[in-house]
């Protein structure tokens, strides 16, 4: 997980230093596999550019593919972190979710975050094994919400879908505003991504009641 200045600064100097190389790690891994491409750039070499034993590497990353993906992930992260706090208080679920989300978002002030993001997502679209590492992720991060879900909100009947069906459209209504946002022109910021969040999930009720209705003649 990603630590903002103001936090990293109370850390011990073990705790910042690890800090560092994870950060040096995601940086270097990025610059490296879009310049040589994810395929074309060795393990071996990324730990020689930040001068890290595989050993060290793998105690901060499970794999090459996660390094590259560590931008979203940290995001995610925040997010489960910020719906265990959270305690209902009245209104939707789904309300309650995005309110998490909001607050993932405020949470990834690291100068940067934005532009690795856009690296990663990159990377992703043109990597099958990336690709493939990060749905195995969202599985992994949908399932453990929707327990978190299931505990906070007393549901006794595991198999009940609401939980579940409000996920799935709070990751449907993000994935379009970071279709859009990515697709916006120069170097749009972590404030342009919210905007494109908000957009996204105020059309989300509309979605639901939009009629089928026929074209007239």
């Known amino acids: 997980m990603t630590a903002t200045d ?6 011990p100097l073990r705790e910042r230093k690890k800090l560092r190389t994870r950060q040096a790690l995601i940086d270097t891994a990025l610059r490296l596999f879009t310049e040589r491409g994810f395929d074309g750039t060795t393990l071996d070499e ?21 390094v590259a993906m560590a931008p979203t992930q940290d995001l995610w992260a925040a997010f489960l972190e910020e719906l265990e706090g959270r305690e209902p ?8 979710l995005q309110a998490s989300l909001y607050a993932a978002l405020d949470r990834m002030t ?15 679209a043109a ?14 991060t949908l399932r453990t919400a929707v327990a978190l879900l299931h505990r906070k909100l007393d549901l006794q009947d595991p198999r009940d879908l609401r939980p579940r069906l409000a996920l799935d459209l709070l990751l449907a209504g993000f994935q379009c505003a970071l279709e859009t946002w990515v697709a916006q ?8 991504l919210v905007a494109e969040v908000r957009t996204a999930f105020a059309a989300i009720p509309d ?6 209705t026929p074209p007239s003649a």
Not at 6 to 11: D, S, V
Not at 185 to 192: E, F, K, L, S, Y
């Open 6 to 11: 103001a936090t990293a600064e109370r850390l």
């Open 46 to 66: 990324l730990c020689d550019a930040v001068e890290v034993s595989k050993r060290t590497f793998f105690r901060t990353f499970p794999s090459k593919e996660d």
């Open 89 to 96: 208080a009245g209104g939707t679920v789904l309300a309650l």
């Open 110 to 124: 690291d100068e940067g975050w934005a532009d690795r993001v856009r690296l990663s997502l990159r990377l992703t």
């Open 127 to 140: 990597t099958p094994s990336m690709d493939a590492r990060g749905r195995h992720f969202c599985d992994r």
């Open 185 to 192: 022109p120069g170097d749009p910021g972590r404030a342009a």
């Open 207 to 212: 979605a639901l009641t939009f009629e089928a």
